[in-house]
C-alpha cells in the first residue's frame, strides 16, 4: 500500500537535509515544529550539587522542562522567611531595648513569611519540587499563624485575660503550637540529609529555637519568668543562627541566578546519603 505522503521520519529527515520538496509555508512550518521540539528535548543537565543549592531539593529524574520554562522561585520564598525570621531573634535577645514577641513586626509576618513563602510554594508546586513546596507552605502558614496571634482583633491573648489565671493558660495553650512546629522541623531535618550541609544547619537551629520558644511558654505558665527569660534569649540567639547560614544559602543561590563566577560551596550531601532509586541502579547516571 502506497501513499503520496511521507511519514514523520521522512518529513524530520527531508528538513533536516534542506529539501526543497517540502516547499512553501507548509514546509516552513513543520520545519519551525521540528525544531523547536528538537530544543525542548535538548535542555541542560543541572549536576545533582548544583541542583540541591538552587532548588533545596534532592534531585530526582521526573524533572520535566518547567524548570528550564520558568524561573527559580525557592530565593523568594527563603528571602521572605529571613527577612522575618532575623528581625524576630533581636526581639527576642532585647538588642538595643526590643521586645514584645515581634509585636512591632507583625507586618514582616504577614507579607514576608506569610505572603512570600505561600507564594513560593505554590510556584516550587507548579515545577513539581515536593520538599521546598512543603516547607515553604508549612512555615508560610506558620508566620500567618503567628501574625493573627499578635492581631488585636483575633483576641487571641485578650481572651484569656477574663478567666481566674487566664495568662498562664494562653501560654501554656501557645506552648503546643512551638511543639508542633519543632516536631515538624525535625522531619524537614532529616529529609534535609538528601540536600546540603547550609540547608541542614539551618533546619538543626530552627528546631532549637521552636524548643527553647516551646520552653519558654511553659516555664512562663509556672510563673518561672527568670528561667522563660534565659529561654526566650536562647531561642532568639538559634533564631539568630540559623539566619546567618540561610542568608548564606541565600547569597550562594542569587550568584548562580546570574552565573556568577564565585560559587560559594553549601556542601552537597547527594552522594553521602543516595536515594532509594539510586540505590536500586548504581550504575545510573543522573
Known sequence: MTTNEPGNAGVASNIQNGDPSMGGTKANDQQNEYLTRYQTASSVVIPREVFESMYLSPYTH???HLRSTFGNPTPMPLMGFLIASMPLGCNLMGWRGSGGD??????LFFFFGGMLQVLGCVLEWIIGNTFPFVVFACYGAFWLAMGATLQPDFNAQAYYTKQADGTSQFYSSFAFFWMVMALVTFFFLVASL???????LV??????????LMATYWTLAEGKTAVAAKCQKAAGAFIFVFC???WYLFFAMI???VEFPLRLPTGDLSTRFKGASDKKQPDSQA
Open 102 to 107: 515581634g509585636a512591632a513586626i507583625i507586618g
Open 194 to 200: 538528601r540536600t546540603n550541609i547550609t540547608f541542614v
Open 203 to 212: 533546619f538543626f537551629f530552627i528546631d532549637l529555637a521552636f524548643i527553647m
Open 244 to 246: 546567618v547560614f540561610g
Open 255 to 257: 550568584l548562580m541566578a
Open 62 to 64: 521526573r524533572l520535566g
